[in-house]
């Protein structure tokens, strides 16, 4: 046929992030013609040797907050004194006594107790 319509596929529907994600996107996309199918499969996976099997569980809701909060703790330790200077000079401006820095140095040498 000189003027046939020409096959349009939506590629944007193919999701190359495991090799079941490309599997299922080809299927869908290529409905049940399983001879275009694997060699269109063929084609991307050539050149893409490191790809997961089944895409990766994400983070549950849980270990998301966890690992946030785990995260702000540890920035928040990290900069103590810097959390610390800014409300002493945010106490200095209002004119109220700054507070000091938690710091404190240990004792150098304890004597001895006597013995009784």
Known sequence: MLFAKKEYHNMDMIRTSSKDALKRSLMQMYQGDVATME???DFYMKDM??????????PS????????IGELFGWADANQDKLVGAYNLFRAIRSGEPISSVSAAPIADVPPLPKL
């Open 39 to 41: 060699r269109m499969y």
């Open 49 to 58: 040797e490191k790809v997961p099997d089944f895409d990766p569980v994400p």
């Open 61 to 68: 809701m849980l270990q998301q907050a966890k690992t946030t």
